[in-house]
């Protein structure tokens, strides 16, 4: 051997040392990741990055141990003393060392994946969304109902319109009259910037939500249509429409659902919403534990 080659085989043989301290330390980071315990999210691009420089290190490690194994057959060609010994050694400790490691790997591979098939299987799916698609029918079945009220006290304070110019204290008691006969805890006339110009609160309900601006514009832009609102952080279902004849006058009411409900549908949205999510890092919990 030249001393050229040498001193390369030198230098492959402290770079192989610490190309193994670094890929230990890179596997450590990428099974942190995987697992999203870092601010890094495990999004695909994070996953393909951290593939690749995995992938990098193996190959050099790879590199390295091709170039020894080289060196050492080079060496027995040469009749190099203890050459053919160093090769049966490293091929010994080769097979005792990856054997249980592959072993290990196949079996936890496959546990993994018979779990995971079962944790997303169309089934366990099928569960969750449906789930989230009863509590938001129920939802639906009560907007749809409200939609109809909405038009019915629209058309009856239509034809009260000159009452509202005339008679304000009449119009505020036949308002009033209609909002209990529909089971609304309130309903208000509001112009397009959200003044109020009449309302009728009935009950014990406080601190009704203003009107949203964007729903008062969809209700300008379809005046046959009430623009309908969702619970937000109220279990209060609105809507909003423009009533005819009217000088800028929308007709905004509300309606209490069942407040169980509205937290029952804020769990399964977000326990769908986790598992979509869980089921986009399949991948990485496989890679990471696989």
């Known amino acids: 051997m030249s001393r050229r ?3 390369f085989s030198r230098f492959v043989r402290a770079a192989g040392y610490g190309g193994v301290i670094i890929a230990l330390v890179v596997a450590c980071v990428t099974f942190f990741i995987l697992m999203g ?8 691009g994070v996953v393909l990055t951290v593939l690749i420089v995995n992938g990098l290190l193996v190959a050099f490690l790879i590199f390295v141990i091709g170039w020894e194994i080289g060196t050492l057959v080079s060496a027995r060609r040469r009749g190099r003393a203890a050459a053919r010994l ?3 050694i490293v091929a010994l400790f080769s097979v005792v060392a990856a054997t249980p490691a ?3 790997a196949v079996v936890a591979s496959i546990t993994l994946d018979r779990g995971l098939d079962n944790w997303f299987s169309t089934r366990t799916r099928a569960i969750v969304e449906t789930s989230s698609t009863i509590a938001q029918a129920y939802v639906d079945g009560q907007i749809e109902s409200f939609d109809r009220d909405i038009l019915a006290i629209k058309s009856e304070i239509e034809r009260a319109r000159t009452l509202l110019v005339d008679d304000p204290d009449r119009f505020q008691t036949f308002l009033s009259s209609v909002v209990e006969s529909r089971g609304l805890p ?6 397009s910037d959200g003044s109020v110009v009449a309302q009728a609160e009935i009950g014990s309900q406080e601190n009704f939500p203003p009107p949203p601006p964007s729903a008062l514009t969809q209700a300008a832009q379809a005046p046959n249509e009430p623009a309908l609102i969702a619970p937000g952080t109220t279990n209060l279902i ?7 004849d009217y000088d800028d006058v929308f007709l905004y009411a509300l309606r209490p659902i069942d407040p169980k409900v ?3 549908l804020q769990m399964t949205t977000d326990s769908v919403n986790e598992f979509r999510a869980l089921e986009a890092t399949r991948l990485g919990i496989q890679l990471a534990f696989g």
């Open 5 to 7: 080659t040498f001193e």
């Open 37 to 44: 315990l870092t601010p890094l999210a495990p999004t695909q």
């Open 86 to 88: 160093h090769i049966r």
């Open 102 to 104: 592959i072993l290990v």
């Open 186 to 191: 309130g309903a208000f006339l509001v112009k």
């Open 238 to 244: 609105g809507g909003i429409v423009k009533l005819a």
């Open 262 to 264: 509205v937290r029952y």
